[in-house]
């Protein structure tokens, strides 16, 4: 697997499962019939912000990550982020590796630290994940995000020093 900056090319591979995960309603906060052209915009970042995008060996998009500082002026050295595995390659160490990927290019960035504002509480996976690279929950915000299938559920602030 081959992690890389993402191009405008990477478009149409990153939506065609990006707009699943979000329609699904139970792991992502964007609305959940958000239109082609929003999402492009929210994902594909410009600096400081950054795209990337994990490939197999025949330059098949498995998923995706995008870092952006996560607040601006004085908050701006705390980074945050954002994760997407194409659905068909679950299970097969994609979101690890975007993850290790991201953490290490947020510490060369300068950040010091990565906050996620929005984990799902029942996205168990994801929690765990984040959990094992050191990730420590901040704060559960009761009720904060409605599951598609599980109603009101909390969102987790996690924070992690670089």
Sequence with gaps: ML???????????IWSFLRTIVAAGD????????????ARAMWLKEAPGRTVVAV????????????HP?????GAH???AGFMVDPRFTGRGVARALAAHVLDRARADGYRA????AVVETNSRAVA???????????????AFLHSE?????????????
Excluded: C, H
């Excluded at 900056?5 to 149409?12: S, Y």
């Excluded at 792991?27 to 929003?38: G, N, V």
């Excluded at 994940?129 to 009720?143: K, N, R, Y």
């Design 3 to 13: 992690i890389r900056e993402a191009t405008q090319a990477d478009w149409p591979a």
């Design 114 to 117: 990565m906050q996620f504002n």
């Design 70 to 74: 996560n607040q601006g002026g004085p």
């Design 129 to 143: 994940l984040w959990q094992s690279l050191g990730f420590e929950v901040l704060a559960t915000v009761p009720e």
């Design 78 to 80: 705390v980074a945050n």
């Design 150 to 162: 599980k109603g009101y559920v909390g969102l987790l602030v996690m924070y992690r020093k670089l």
């Design 56 to 67: 197999d060996e025949d330059g098949t998009v498995l998923g995706s990550a995008e870092t």
């Design 27 to 38: 792991t992502f906060t964007w609305d959940r019939d958000i239109s082609e052209e929003r």
